[in-house]
């Protein structure tokens, strides 16, 4: 009789990771975007050649603003400006809105205060499952406490700054300028648990007033909301000029306390 065949053993295959690895490659200006640094989204092949896992090299001058690519996987490139922090292990910032001018001073009075700030400007249909890309992008930069991190983000970023911080553990607290999507987001909240969160919205924006009274309303733990006559997202900024001098001295008692 002929012993039967022995069934092959199993054994192990490496998969390839798929998942994107963020990268930050910081450039001039100049060399992202031609003569004027606000020409977003010029063709710029050097981009495809960027390495993946790319460190963020501290500022040679200091704190300062400077250009930046930031890398979420291989279709997908957004700009934004990084104020490097400088010393010490200080907190960051990540701040998502459509329009990096937008923002006004508040990136540099943050990166004043001891923040290190990355903005970046976010597409329409940016998903918010790239915001742990960004974060990502956002700790990878020399001295930055990854203890330590805050997100801001404005009208429809907003949301996009929600769904992503409810998801992530290095998200500390979270800030919104005019949350859109009320029944979404108070969805997510239980899984933003005790974190804190500060909320802003104009009065004549009853979708945004309506979705951040909501939210203060469900918060689990520290919840600031302020009402602003008029404005929407970035906006707001603008129209009430100590609203920035809040949101600062909010940021700096939960993050620089920690």
Same mark, same amino acid.
Request: aromatic share 4%.
């Given at each position: 009789?002929?012993?039967a065949t022995?069934?092959?053993?199993p054994?192990?295959?490496?998969?390839?990771r798929r998942?994107?690895?963020?990268t930050?490659e910081v450039?001039d200006?100049?060399?992202?975007?031609?003569q004027d640094s606000?020409?977003?989204?010029?063709?710029?092949?050097s981009? #495809?050649?960027f390495?993946?896992?790319?460190?963020?090299p501290?500022?040679?001058d200091g704190?300062?603003?400077?250009?930046v690519?930031v890398i979420?996987?291989?279709e997908?490139?957004l700009?934004g400006?990084l104020? #490097?922090p400088?010393g010490?292990r200080?907190p960051?910032?990540?701040l998502?809105g459509?329009d990096l001018a +937008?923002?006004?001073?508040?990136p540099?009075?943050?990166?004043q205060? +001891?923040?290190a700030?990355?903005v970046?400007?976010?597409?329409?249909?940016?998903?918010?499952?790239?915001?742990?890309?960004m974060?990502?992008?956002?700790?990878a930069?020399?001295?930055?406490?990854a203890g330590?991190i805050?997100?801001i983000?404005a009208?429809?970023? =907003?949301?996009?700054a929600?769904?992503g911080c =409810?998801?992530?553990?290095l998200?500390?607290v979270l =800030?919104?300028?005019?949350?859109?999507?009320?029944?979404t987001?108070?969805n997510?909240m239980?899984?933003?648990?005790?974190?804190?969160?500060?909320?802003a919205a104009g009065?004549?924006d009853?979708?945004?007033s309506d979705a951040?009274s909501?939210l #203060?309303a469900a918060a #689990? +733990?520290?919840?600031?909301?302020?009402?602003v006559?008029?404005?929407r997202?970035v906006?707001?900024?603008?129209?009430?000029p100590?609203?920035?001098?809040?949101?600062l001295a909010w940021?700096?008692?939960?993050?620089q306390?920690?």
């Open positions: 009789m002929t012993p022995p069934a092959p053993l054994t192990a295959t490496a998969i390839p998942d994107p690895i963020p930050v450039l200006s100049e060399a992202l975007y031609g606000r020409s977003i989204g010029q063709t710029n092949p981009l #495809a050649s390495p993946a896992g790319a460190i963020l501290p500022a040679p704190r300062s603003e400077r250009g690519s979420l996987d291989a997908t490139t700009f400006e104020y #490097a400088v010490l200080q960051g910032i990540l998502l459509t +937008g923002w006004g001073a508040l540099a009075t943050l990166s205060h +001891g923040f700030v990355l970046v400007q976010t597409e329409p249909l940016t998903p918010a499952r790239q915001v742990e890309a974060l990502q992008s956002l700790i930069a020399p001295g930055v406490d330590s805050g997100v983000g009208d429809r970023a =907003a949301d996009i929600a769904l =409810a998801v992530n553990s998200c500390d =800030a919104l300028l005019s949350p859109r999507s009320r029944d987001l108070v997510m239980p899984s933003y648990g005790v974190r804190p969160i500060w909320l009065q004549d009853k979708e945004a951040a909501v #203060a #689990a +733990g520290e919840a600031k909301y302020v009402e006559s008029a404005g997202g906006e707001l900024l603008g129209r009430q100590d609203l920035a001098d809040d949101l940021m700096l008692r939960q993050l306390a920690q």
